[in-house]
Structure formats: structure tokens, C-alpha cells
């Protein structure tokens, strides 16, 4: 597969790898790029398996253990070395939390944004308030999503925009989640990342290892942050992060901030991550 996204920095530099979530693109980095860059860093944020304008895999599967082997072989291919950290937000985050834990001599740091460590949502996930949250999940399990989602030039997308963080202006956004997700194989793309969470029938045997990286503790210290007003994932809802990361680890939660709080705060987020990962 090849992937393709935007990059900013010294190549040289150490690299720092940047994943989007869902319904998100590459773009997404915009305001945390340059600021990466500027501290010495190789920022580098590629569009995720699906999405446009990297390539839609051939075997069609969109397992976490995928997208967390992709994080790796990115890096390798660009040729980090220890000095590497990961960041990412959303589906990014989930990635970053596999790909750390299947190979945590690749990467130095990890950063994670609205999707706390598995660990930490065990229980809190079932809770009925999560769970009415989280209901676009289990609808794209369904035929029917696969008809509703791109309808009316994806009006649900732009709805879960304005619910997950109110009274931010997404429409710049969204215009790049539709041209990310405009053609219908990368629209079953995105939504294949949900079926192949909730249905064991879409994993790979192959990928089981990495697949249950997933759930073990992170080996490397993580900066968690979280926005205070996530209509996707309730700041009620994260747990205790702490709990499930090693020494050096710490917590953020953002205030005046939804889901997307890269994008709401972009200045706060930017030099709490800088400040994080400084040594």
C-alpha cells in the first residue's frame, strides 16, 4: 500500500508520526504541523488505509491490528529511530495505542487524543449514557448505513461534527472528510473500520498478536488529552487513564473543547504536546 498526506520539518529531524480519526482526515494536523516542525521534529501526517489520497487496500480489511501495523511500517519506511513519538486522535489514537504496544522500541513517546486507553473504558463504556453517545457504532453495522451515511452530501457526517464538539465551525472540516471519503469504496472504508471492531469475523487469524497488543498496558510514557465538552466519548466516560500508562505519563483534559480539541484549541494542544515531548 502507499500513503500519501502532508509533511512538514527537517528530514533529518526525529520523526513524528500523526494519525486522524474518523470522520476526519489528514487535515485534521493543519495547526499542529508547523509548531512540530519549527521544534525540529519530521512531522509527518498520512492519510489512514481508505482514505484519500492514500490507497484503498486490496484485501479490505480494517482491523486495529492494520492500521497499527501501517503506523510501523510508515516509520520504517521513513527511517526512524529512537527518537520517534507517535500521536493520534480518534481511530488514530486506538492505532497508536497497538502500534506502541507491538513495537515499543520504535517509538520514544506516545500521544493520544479523545480515545482513552482500552483499559481505562472497560466498564465505563457500557454505561447507558456512553452508549446512546455512541450510537453511529452500531449503526454502521448495518446494510443501511451504507446508504445513509453518503446521503445529502453527507449530512450525518457533518451532524456528528456539530454533536461531538458544539459551537465549533467544522464546514472547512467536513468539506475535507468529503473529499477523503467521496468515492463509495473509501465511504465502505471508513465504515469498515467500525464493523471490523465489533465483529470477529472481519479480523485476520494472522494479526491476532498485534491485534492483542490492543489491550496491554502502554511500555512508553503517554500524554492522554481529553476536551471537556466531548459530545463523542463523555470526559465521564475516560476512566482512569493513569491507571493503564507507566511512569512519566500524564493526563490532560481541555477545557472549552469538544472531541476534536486539536482543532478548537489549537494553540493550548500544540505547546501541551511540545512541552511533553521536550526531552
Given at each position: 500500500?502507499?500513503?500519501r498526506?502532508?509533511?512538514?520539518?527537517?528530514?533529518?529531524?526525529?520523526?513524528?508520526?500523526?494519525?486522524?480519526?474518523?470522520?476526519?482526515?489528514?487535515?485534521?494536523?493543519?495547526?499542529?504541523?508547523?509548531?512540530?516542525?519549527?521544534?525540529?521534529y519530521?512531522?509527518?501526517?498520512?492519510?489512514?488505509?481508505?482514505?484519500?489520497?492514500?490507497?484503498?487496500?486490496?484485501?479490505?480489511?480494517?482491523?486495529?491490528?492494520?492500521?497499527?501495523?501501517?503506523?510501523?511500517?510508515?516509520?520504517?519506511?521513513?527511517?526512524?529511530?529512537?527518537?520517534?513519538?507517535l500521536?493520534?486522535?480518534?481511530?488514530?489514537?486506538?492505532?497508536?495505542?497497538?502500534?506502541?504496544?507491538?513495537?515499543?522500541?520504535?517509538?520514544?513517546?506516545?500521544?493520544?487524543?479523545?480515545?482513552?486507553?482500552m483499559?481505562?473504558?472497560?466498564?465505563?463504556?457500557?454505561?447507558?449514557?456512553?452508549?446512546?453517545?455512541?450510537?453511529?457504532?452500531?449503526?454502521?453495522?448495518?446494510?443501511?448505513?451504507?446508504?445513509?451515511?453518503?446521503?445529502?452530501?453527507?449530512?450525518?457526517?457533518?451532524?456528528?461534527?456539530?454533536?461531538?464538539?458544539?459551537?465549533?465551525?467544522?464546514?472547512?472540516?467536513?468539506?475535507?472528510v468529503?473529499?477523503?471519503?467521496?468515492?463509495?469504496?473509501?465511504?465502505?472504508?471508513?465504515?469498515?473500520?467500525?464493523?471490523?471492531?465489533?465483529?470477529?469475523?472481519?479480523?485476520?487469524?494472522?494479526?491476532?498478536?498485534?491485534?492483542?497488543?490492543l489491550?496491554?498496558?502502554?511500555?512508553?510514557?503517554?500524554?492522554?488529552?481529553?476536551?471537556?465538552?466531548?459530545?463523542?466519548?463523555?470526559?465521564?466516560?475516560?476512566?482512569?487513564?493513569?491507571?493503564?500508562?507507566?511512569?512519566?505519563?500524564?493526563?490532560?483534559?481541555?477545557?472549552?473543547?469538544?472531541?476534536?480539541?486539536?482543532?478548537?484549541?489549537?494553540?493550548?494542544?500544540?505547546?501541551?504536546?511540545?512541552?511533553?515531548?521536550?526531552?
Amino acid at each position: 500500500m502507499t500513503f500519501r498526506g502532508e509533511q512538514a520539518g527537517p528530514s533529518d529531524g526525529p520523526l513524528a508520526l500523526l494519525l486522524h480519526g474518523f470522520p476526519d482526515s489528514h487535515h485534521t494536523w493543519r495547526h499542529l504541523l508547523e509548531p512540530l516542525a519549527d521544534a525540529g521534529y519530521h512531522a509527518v501526517a498520512p492519510a489512514l488505509r481508505g482514505y484519500a489520497p492514500s490507497d484503498v487496500p486490496a484485501n479490505g480489511n480494517y482491523q486495529v491490528a492494520s492500521l497499527s501495523l501501517d503506523a510501523i511500517k510508515i516509520s520504517e519506511a521513513l527511517g526512524a529511530d529512537e527518537r520517534a513519538v507517535l500521536i493520534g486522535h480518534d481511530w488514530g489514537a486506538i492505532a497508536a495505542y497497538g502500534a506502541v504496544a507491538a513495537s515499543p522500541s520504535t517509538w520514544r513517546k506516545l500521544v493520544a487524543l479523545a480515545v482513552p486507553p482500552m483499559a481505562s473504558v472497560a466498564e465505563s463504556f457500557l454505561k447507558v449514557d456512553q452508549l446512546k453517545r455512541s450510537w453511529y457504532m452500531f449503526f454502521f453495522q448495518t446494510d443501511l448505513a451504507d446508504f445513509v451515511v453518503p446521503m445529502n452530501d453527507m449530512e450525518l457526517i457533518a451532524r456528528l461534527w456539530a454533536d461531538w464538539s458544539p459551537g465549533y465551525d467544522a464546514s472547512q472540516d467536513v468539506d475535507f472528510v468529503r473529499a477523503a471519503l467521496a468515492e463509495p469504496e473509501r465511504m465502505a472504508a471508513a465504515i469498515g473500520y467500525y464493523r471490523a471492531m465489533l465483529n470477529p469475523q472481519e479480523l485476520d487469524p494472522a494479526l491476532q498478536e498485534i491485534q492483542d497488543a490492543l489491550n496491554l498496558p502502554s511500555p512508553v510514557p503517554t500524554f492522554y488529552l481529553h476536551g471537556a465538552a466531548d459530545g463523542c466519548f463523555g470526559v465521564e466516560s475516560i476512566g482512569d487513564p493513569l491507571a493503564s500508562l507507566p511512569e512519566g505519563s500524564k493526563v490532560e483534559i481541555v477545557q472549552n473543547a469538544g472531541h476534536f480539541l486539536h482543532l478548537e484549541q489549537p494553540e493550548q494542544v500544540a505547546a501541551s504536546i511540545l512541552n511533553f515531548l521536550k526531552d
